[in-house]
């Protein structure tokens, strides 16, 4: 029996097809798991990509991944670039026979020609002694031992945007299931590598718009239409003196409106109103006065969104224009003292000097001798007074030169003295006589003292004591600088606004008291002449201004040795 099962099995070959069906399904499992190995590299290396994932980091990802079914030693990505083919990228860098930046000429290359045919290209190195290849990637990398050449087009949403070139350095057989594997792979790779270069495009126009956004030096914000604020620029936080953590989000008046004061009109208020650009100048945080514009953001439904704030910053500008108005009026005070001087010069002189006569008739200790004595004061007072007067209104072009010190307090003293003492205040002077010159304009410097004077008289005045005091003094500091002390025991100042009032336009007083910008000119001044301007204070028991200034150093006979 069991011979006749063998002859039977030859004679109808069961036993042939039982070794063929093992062979084939044998087959077939090599092919699924290769498939399969092939499902996972595609669906690996889609799953490994990132948007910022560097493309030498992206080949290499591809390289480590393919080489688990593939005998491939060097991989190169070309890509378009103003329609020429230019090689990107090679893998491994320290085996790169191609440099990158080579342009690829559509006439001699395997990549070209793999992009216009739309398929992959399997080539196979023939070397010769001439190095005379047909391709120019085979004439290249032939010299590091390159056999085999497999050229494989990229494409997105049916547009070219380069190649892949695997080479290898030996030959494997690659049927059209591997073709077709390397193909899709490459389209995956394709649709990662787009989506990289489109998110870096975006994510350089961003860093260039917050670059230029930053650049501006001006205020620029974006509000949504609850005044919370979602972006802005550096100077956003410059001017805030607050990080930026603190302003996202955040209501617009709550950190730009001082708290104390309220807008009759608010530009952004009024562009959501109308849907119209807005202006309007504003006192913002810091005593700042700034020109504000509104801008609505409208979108394809020309609904508005939000708005552009745009706040340029004008109190420097408000400044200078306050100086020249002040200018201006000294110009004019200057000219009208010039024809008032002229007008009492002439009658003064005969007050003189007819009182210089008669003296010389009277007989001394005689009443109407002490008369006339008294008016001959009080005449060269007046004289004094109005050649006062014209020099500090004097407008000229400030020219720096050797002055003293104490002779610009004793002629400010010489205008205010009686203004303060009338006002029941006791003036203080001591002035240290041998005090060091200094180089600088007079007139600015008198400027500056008389402000200061006049800062103290309302200062014990607004304060409500008895006995007011003001205390004037010199003194020279470390041989480098000398020093004016102005000393008061009025109402003193907060310690809210201690950092405020060099600014300008900042004051304590009621409008027509005062504008703000005495002590911002006053340090202006100083800081011209190299030196600066120094305050104590403590609020209800007075203040101390320091005026320093550098002395003139005298050359001695060694220095000019040296």
Request: with cysteine; glycine share 4%.
């Amino acid at each position: 029996m069991e011979n006749k099962r063998d002859i039977i099995e030859l004679l109808t070959g069961a036993r042939s097809s039982k070794r063929n069906y093992y062979t084939e399904l044998k087959k077939n499992l090599r092919k699924i798991k290769k498939k399969n190995m092939q499902l996972e590299i595609i669906n690996q290396v889609v799953k490994s990509f990132n948007v910022d994932m560097s493309i030498d980091d992206m080949l290499k990802n591809v390289m480590d991944k393919l080489k688990n079914i593939f005998s491939f030693d060097y991989l190169s990505l070309s890509m378009f670039e103003n329609g020429s083919l230019i090689l990107s990228n090679a893998y491994p860098q320290n085996h790169v026979v191609i440099p990158p930046g080579t342009l690829l000429t559509p006439d001699d290359s395997l990549c070209w020609k793999a992009i216009h045919e739309k398929k992959v290209l399997l080539h196979t190195v023939t070397p010769s002694l001439d190095q005379q290849g047909l391709y120019a990637e085979e004439r290249i990398l032939s010299n590091v031992n390159i056999v085999q050449m497999l050229a494989v087009p990229l494409f997105s949403k049916n547009r070219p945007i380069g190649a892949l070139n695997l080479g290898g350095t030996s030959s494997d057989t690659y049927n059209h299931s591997d073709l077709t594997f390397l193909q899709q792979l490459a389209d995956q790779l394709a649709v990662c590598i787009e989506n990289s270069r489109l998110y870096n495009e975006v994510l350089q126009s961003k860093r260039e718009w917050e670059r230029t956004f930053s650049a501006v030096k001006d205020l620029l914000l974006y509000v949504d239409m609850d005044y919370h604020i979602l972006r802005f620029n550096q100077a956003v936080c410059e001017f805030l003196r607050i990080p930026e953590t603190k302003i996202y989000g955040k209501k617009y008046d709550e950190l730009f409106r001082p708290p104390t004061h309220t807008w009759t009109l608010c530009p952004l208020s009024e562009c959501y109103r109308t849907r119209q650009t807005a202006y309007q100048q504003l006192q913002l945080v810091g005593k700042r006065i700034c020109d504000v514009f509104a801008y609505p953001v409208l979108n394809e439904e020309n609904e508005m969104y939000g708005a552009i704030l745009y706040i340029k910053d004008v109190t420097k500008k408000l400044h200078i224009e306050a100086q020249l108005i002040q200018s201006g009026k000294l110009a004019a005070i200057g000219e009208m003292a010039a024809g008032v001087a002229h007008e009492l010069n002439n009658p003064l002189t005969a007050i003189l000097g007819n009182t210089q006569l008669l003296l010389r008739e009277s007989e001394n200790g005689t009443r109407k001798n002490q008369l006339l004595h008294d008016i001959l004061i009080c005449g060269k007072r007046c004289k004094n007074i109005i050649q006062n007067l014209l020099t500090f209104s004097r407008q000229e072009d400030y020219m720096f030169y050797e002055c003293s010190l104490n002779d610009a307090v004793n002629q400010v003293l010489s205008l205010v003295r009686y203004q303060i003492e009338r006002s029941n205040i006791s003036l203080t002077v001591q002035l240290q006589t041998d005090l060091p010159l200094i180089e600088g304009s007079i007139q600015q410097i008198e400027q500056i003292i008389l402000n200061l004077l006049l800062n103290a008289k309302d200062a014990v005045n607004a304060n409500g004591k008895k006995q007011k005091n003001i205390a004037i003094q010199t003194v020279q500091k470390d041989k480098r600088f000398i020093c004016l002390h102005i000393r008061d025991n009025g109402c003193g100042i907060a310690e809210e606004n201690k950092d405020e009032i060099f600014h300008p336009f900042f004051t304590t007083k009621e409008a027509q008291q005062g504008t703000g910008l005495g002590l911002s000119v006053s340090l202006g001044i100083a800081r011209a002449h190299g030196g600066t301007i120094e305050m104590e204070s403590k609020a209800g028991h007075g203040s101390c201004f320091t005026l320093i200034l550098p002395a003139l150093m005298k050359e001695t006979n060694n220095d000019k040795e040296k």
